[in-house]
């Protein structure tokens, strides 16, 4: 039998208590300001550590060799805090893509079936009580609580932060606090979410005695260099979370060399492997449908393997808020993981993994703006705004394959920010892959660690250029606009260009200055109708940063 340890709370009869991911009302109410107070020494004293998400990773930094993070420091903190990480069964789980949604989907499964279910996920979108949830609600951890939490934990992070000689850093110290939260609560089990990597991340003192399951969904090129350099160097990284007689769920589709290095770390810790691509698995979206405004994708799963730890299931229609094949897929991954803890003794109903996945919804990905919403934005309802926070090759494939089943012929205006450290060509040439848009307006994203990790709104635009070019796109160069242009300078700027096909050339202009304004959505939306494509489909998207700054918009209305 596959070695395990249950909660003690785990033969107890539970109701069945729907658990959501943060939700647009919860993320209205933690945007900042007086909510935050209480936490105003909290945050002082963490943006005093040293913070990669901020200055970017050192290369190598998540490789298992000398140039890696050190866990021994990591391990020392937690010591100091009374190895609170030992106190519960934890769920691990690292991937290029896909990781955040599958936790999101798996905690909720959890929180169904009425367990206390502590997460952990990264990054935030407004503030950084987003990344710790404790109980049944799935929201963000109360100001209250995080507060009472460091204060009582100051004292020993001060002696490690000593000891380490200032070495700690901002991710490590939140990650431990969060471990000391879940023990504090008693959570019946977390689902934590690995931040870089897996080997060296911080999140990798989960001993196999404690770990319930590991999963790694998805290998991408994204943080090459603070990897390894390679594909075949992330997955080894990410496959160090794997845990000696513990099993692995693996998502993907991987390439037959990718999976392979994961099943060789499994086979050196003797760890049964669950595939979400196994044979025995089938999944299809059977339409898009809508609701109040709001698209979602019923779909059909069955799962049944037969091999070392026999999975079963069949769901004839799952209505996913979570859009797109990519998204179909983490949702496999995550039942697979649910029925893998089945298998291990932990109660789980067929009932609770269908709500688990029905129920869960994740802000800035793939998400579907309210016509009141896009009036906050000043938009008159003629268009809709989607906003997703894809900033990756993968993810920009991800993102048109919703596009295209949203909308497969309608007009589409992109509006793009990202960070200066992405693959910026291979980023555009997706998204130019499949529907051509109408226009393009290239934007300066707020980067966390500042303007040096932005890329100017001109330079993307140049890059837009050279991958309409390399694809034969026709497009017409509108220079810099600021987004308060009215309907008639916006007709001046478009003029009237002799066109050689019988589609009008697609737009491409840039913010002439300073970070990303909502006025530049406006701007989308006019652009459309004097070309007579309004309404239409306005996608904002290139980072979470970009994404996070119209919810902040949404939540102070």
Request: glycine fraction near 12%; charge should be negative.
């Amino acid at each position: 039998m596959l070695g395990h340890r249950f909660p003690a709370a785990l033969g107890l009869p539970r109701g069945l208590l729907l658990g959501r991911s943060v939700t647009r009302r919860s993320l209205s109410a933690m945007a900042g300001g007086e909510a935050e107070g209480p936490l105003g020494g909290f945050f002082d004293y963490m943006e005093r550590l040293r913070n990669y998400e901020r200055s970017g990773v050192p290369r190598g930094a998540g490789t298992d060799s000398d140039d890696g993070f050190d866990l021994g420091r990591m391990r020392r903190l937690l010591r100091r805090l009374g190895d609170p990480h030992t106190d519960f069964p934890a769920v691990h789980i690292a991937g290029t893509k896909g990781k955040g949604s599958t936790a999101a989907l798996l905690s909720n499964i959890m929180r169904a079936q009425g367990y206390n279910v502590g997460s952990y996920s990264s990054p935030h979108l407004l503030t950084i009580r987003e990344r710790i949830s404790v109980g049944n609600d799935g929201g963000p951890v109360p100001v209250r609580l995080l507060s009472d939490l460091f204060d009582g934990a100051k004292e020993a992070i001060d002696e490690a932060i000593e000891l380490e000689n200032g070495s700690l850093t901002h991710f490590e110290v939140f990650t431990a606090l969060s471990f000391l939260l879940f023990s504090q609560e008693n959570v019946d089990i977390a689902i934590i979410e690995a931040g870089l990597g897996g080997a060296r991340d911080a999140t990798n003192v989960i001993r196999s005695t404690e770990l319930a399951a590991s999963v790694i969904t998805t290998v991408g090129r994204e943080h090459l260099v603070a990897l390894g350099g390679s594909l075949q160097s992330i997955a080894i990284a990410k496959s160090g979370i794997i845990k000696q007689g513990q099993p692995v769920v693996i998502g993907g589709p991987f390439s037959a060399v990718i999976e392979q290095i994961i099943r060789d770390r499994a086979f050196l810790t003797q760890s049964p492997v669950i595939s979400a691509c196994d044979p025995g698995i089938k999944s299809f979206t059977k339409c898009i449908d809508w609701d109040n405004g709001k698209p979602y994708q019923r779909c059909y799963f069955s799962i049944n393997i037969s091999n070392d730890v026999p999975l079963s299931i069949e769901m004839h229609d799952i209505n996913l808020q979570l859009l797109g094949d990519h998204q179909r897929q983490n949702a496999v991954t995550a039942a697979c993981t649910a029925l893998c803890l089945r298998s291990l003794g932990w109660e789980i109903s067929d009932a609770s993994i269908q709500a688990g996945l029905r129920e869960t919804q994740l802000p800035g990905r793939s998400q579907f703006l309210t016509a009141e919403e896009a009036s906050v934005l000043g938009l008159d309802g003629a268009s809709t705004v989607l906003i997703d926070g894809a900033h990756t090759e993968e993810s920009a494939k991800a993102l048109s394959g919703v596009i295209e089943a949203v909308r497969p012929e309608g007009p589409l205006a992109l509006v793009v920010g990202m960070a200066s450290d992405k693959e910026h060509l291979a980023f555009a040439e997706q998204l130019l892959s499949g529907q051509t848009p109408d226009v393009v307006l290239l934007t300066e994203a707020s980067i966390a660690g500042g303007s040096s990790r932005a890329m100017p709104a001109s330079s993307l635009k140049e890059v837009w250029i050279a991958a309409a070019r390399h694809r034969g796109i026709e497009y017409v160069d509108i220079g810099g606009i600021s987004g308060t242009e009215t309907l008639e300078h916006i007709a001046d700027l478009l003029g009237s260009p002799s066109l050689s096909s019988r589609r009008k050339p697609m737009v491409i202009g840039c913010q002439d200055m300073g970070p990303f304004s909502w006025n530049l959505i406006i701007a989308a939306s006019q652009l459309l109708e004097s070309r007579g494509r309004a309404p239409g489909l306005i996608c904002v998207t290139g980072s979470l940063h970009l994404v996070g700054a119209i919810l902040q918009k949404l939540g102070r209305h």
